[in-house]
């Protein structure tokens, strides 16, 4: 874990004094006692970023490991928030079946297929490389010119796997330091054998969490985050660590009886084309609660810096998550995107006719950005402030939505 000194803020006395104020219900489970202080929401942090990534590895959708992430999940939400559950759902799972394989003449590289494209014989594709017009690459078969395969490079580091579209033509991943190595072979017309075998397995499961914190109004606000990884990485940037600013989230705003009802959902199946959130916004359509959502915002990503990377049409909401960095003097500077908020996860949710906040972060690029999709993506790489920044800003920001009119 890299240590950073957390910042001391003077409004922690005015967050810690409305967590506990007269909203409390009598009688009712409350986990608050777990985040009520920098230092108890560090050691949360660091037990829960150990359970899920180190003790667990790469959780990806479809797995016995994406299934005990989930629960241990669960678990935490269910500690104080009673409406917690599984949302469960069934889907074809890409499968990569033994090593792949990349040859550039007899020059081997790292190349990770990408997550539901096509697969290759036992005996692979042979072709040569070829720049595309967009400055990128493909393996060619060297007769027809006709295009087998895609090569995707990754602008931050070593290779990464990405998502294709199921069934897709074979596409590899190749870190950007073997640019050199593509471009002479497609002047020197070198031959390519690569192997990538997949298989398509169906009626595998997936695995939403939801929790819900029960208003005085049926009006709702959303948080989404979703708790898979890649194939490839324990995935503790992406997005372990935003789920457990959620997680610690619901936990601060347990037994308590909001104007708002809360809503905490950790979920699955994102990497692999949201195939969680669109359950779960569908089964919300289907329950005809899905107008109940007043306001959704993802967490993606928080983690890669301290200054928050908010995107969102909503002039006003901007305004107030810029307001809330000056008035807690978070040590960073937001950015802000003028573009639609339904995205990534939130993307499914666009009938919902909700105010819509996509969140990521930036930074602490040259650290955090390489491990992107990574195996080095371990709970050590994750930066605590960036994480109690998130806490404290996102928290305050219900309080804020919570004060409103209309």
């Not at 593509?182 to 397995?201: I, Y």
Request: hydrophobic share 35%; proline share 5%.
């Amino acid at each position: 874990m890299i240590r950073r000194e957390f910042l001391r803020y003077t409004s922690r006395t005015a967050l810690a004094t409305f967590l506990t104020q007269a909203w409390s219900c009598s009688g009712s489970k409350n986990t608050r006692r777990l985040v009520d202080t920098p230092e108890k929401r560090a050691q949360y942090l660091k037990n829960m970023l150990g359970r899920l990534c180190t003790d667990i590895g790469p959780h990806t959708t479809g797995t016995p490991e994406m299934e005990r992430a989930a629960t241990i999940i669960r678990d935490e939400l269910k500690a104080g928030i009673p409406l917690t559950d599984f949302d469960r759902y069934t889907f074809e799972k890409w499968e990569l079946v033994g090593k792949p394989e990349f040859f550039v003449g007899e020059t081997s590289l790292e190349a990770v297929p990408r997550h539901g494209c096509a697969g290759t014989s036992p005996e692979g594709i042979y072709g040569i490389i070829r720049r595309t017009e967009a400055g990128g690459y493909v393996i060619a078969d060297e007769v027809s010119g006709k295009i087998i395969a895609t090569i995707a490079v990754s602008p931050y580091g070593r290779a990464i796997p990405g998502f294709a579209s199921v069934g897709s033509l074979t596409g590899f991943g190749i870190g950007k330091q073997d640019i050199p190595v593509l471009d002479s072979a497609a002047a020197d017309k070198t031959p390519v054998r690569a192997v990538a075998q997949v298989r398509f397995v169906p009626g595998m499961p997936g695995c939403n969490v939801a929790a819900t914190i029960p208003g005085t109004s049926s009006d709702e606000i959303l948080f989404l985050a979703h708790a898979d990884t890649v194939y490839t990485s324990p995935g503790a940037n992406d997005n372990t660590a935003s789920a457990l600013v959620m997680i610690m989230m619901a936990h601060a705003f347990s037994g308590t009886k909001p104007k708002h009802t809360l809503t905490f959902v950790a979920t699955d199946g994102e990497e692999y084309g949201l195939l969680g959130a669109r359950h779960y916004a569908e089964r919300r359509r289907q329950e005809g609660t899905l107008g109940n959502i007043k306001f959704i915002t993802n967490f993606d990503s928080l983690t890669y810096g301290p200054n928050l990377w908010v995107t969102s049409l909503d002039s006003e909401l901007r305004e107030m998550l810029r307001t809330i960095n000056e008035d807690l003097k978070i040590n960073g500077t937001p950015r802000f995107s003028d573009e639609d908020g339904y995205i990534l996860d939130n993307a499914p949710f666009r009938d919902s006719g909700a105010r819509a906040v996509n969140m990521n972060s930036r930074g602490y690029d040259d650290l955090t950005l390489p491990v992107y999709h990574r195996p080095e993506d371990t709970a050590e790489t994750v930066h605590e402030d960036c994480v109690e920044n998130s806490f404290l800003v996102f928290t305050e920001y219900i309080r804020r939505l919570e004060a409103m009119k209309g």
